[in-house]
């Protein structure tokens, strides 16, 4: 986002009436540019009204993320090396993944932006990503001697964010294999890790989150393909501080990982099973080319979704595969 365009955000994001010529006066410029750069806030999902004589005001009042605030909510998070928060990227998974690559980020970098303009999804989807309503947020970690594997770790981070949403009152949410983040069937929350290296030595991964917080008032949310929810609506209010739910986040990642790195998924499939909301039902794994179906039997210490299928238990691998529900196990809910 423009450093202007930005600069205005912050001054109506205090809610109340901001006159055109006072930020004209403040920015030297026009109030023709002024409005310009209104109207280009919109394109970020940003609903702003006027009222002749007044000036502007933000339809909702908004909360910045704030490096400061939350590189400070992480004392003792030790994994956790450096915060930086972007405006707007095309994709925080993207540029963090870039950035490692280039050697330019230690492990523990933890990238938010406000805004991304190609927010990636699992299987190619597209994340979308208006402007400060959520939390989208990628950290960097690389991994040494992993015996047990990096593949469960995906799973070991649902269940780290379902721990963070239920902190912050939110309660009935479920996982889906491998890694999605369901109330009623509607989706809350995504996981997408992006991984190079060797799965049991080392190598590097960029774990990205993205939470629904505030979706209220967002025109675009017709370009969401899969049915979903949002925090404050499942809250039933408003007062859902981003900053809060970010460090939260960070601290139950950072604890993820280090209970991760010592014994894997072990400990934690109990807990995983209990929050699947396939647990015991009649599915369909759909691949590229085929499709199986079987009862869902939880997973397995490597992250594996056990199925239940013709009187045998198949270990499925994420990738490129997709579960739903067979037609006639009903609706989802936890
Ligand atoms: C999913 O499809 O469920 C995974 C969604 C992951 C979205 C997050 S938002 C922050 C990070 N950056 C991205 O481009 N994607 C992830």
């Not at 209010?237 to 460090?247: A, G, K, P, T, V």
């Not at 991760?260 to 599915?283: C, H, T």
Request: aromatic share 6%; glycine share 12%.
């Amino acid at each position: 986002m423009h450093d202007v365009a930005l600069y205005i955000l912050k001054q109506l994001s205090v809610d109340r009436f901001y006159s055109g010529s006072q930020l004209a006066r403040e920015l030297d410029l026009s109030r023709t540019a002024i409005w310009k750069h209104i109207q280009m806030l919109a394109v970020y999902g940003v609903d702003i009204y006027s009222l002749p004589g007044k000036g502007y005001r933000l339809a909702e009042p908004v909360e910045l993320l704030d490096q400061k605030i939350i590189f400070k909510g992480l004392q003792g998070s030790h994994l956790i090396s450096g915060v930086e928060v972007l405006s707007s990227i095309d994709s925080t998974n993207r540029y963090l993944w870039q950035q490692a690559h280039e050697g330019n980020k230690p492990s523990g970098s933890v990238v938010f932006s406000e805004f991304q303009s190609a927010g990636r999804g699992r299987r190619g989807r597209q994340w979308v990503s208006p402007f400060a309503k959520n939390i989208y947020c990628s950290l960097l970690w690389r991994y040494e001697n992993m015996p047990h594997g990096i593949g469960g770790l995906s799973l070991a981070i649902g269940v780290a964010v379902v721990d963070v949403l239920e902190k912050m009152g939110v309660s009935g949410i479920g996982l889906k294999w491998p890694n999605d983040l369901l109330c009623g069937g509607r989706k809350v929350a995504g996981i997408l890790l992006e991984m190079s290296g060797d799965p049991c030595g080392s190598g590097c991964v960029v774990i990205g989150v993205g939470i629904n917080v505030d979706m209220k008032g967002f025109s675009g949310s017709s370009a969401i393909t899969q049915p979903w929810t949002d925090l404050v609506e499942l809250k039933r209010r408003s007062d859902i501080s981003r900053n809060e739910l970010s460090i939260l986040l960070l601290k139950s990642i950072n604890q993820a990982l280090l209970n991760y790195a010592r014994s894997g998924l072990s400990q934690l499939i109990p807990r995983w099973n209990e929050l699947d909301v396939m647990f015991g039902k009649e599915v369909v794994i759909q691949g590229v080319n085929n499709a199986l179906s079987g009862v869902a039997r939880g997973i397995d210490e490597s992250g594996a979704l056990l199925l239940l299928s013709n009187g045998e238990i198949r270990r499925i691998h994420s990738g490129e595969v997709s579960l739903r529900l067979a037609e006639n196990s009903g609706d989802l809910c936890c």
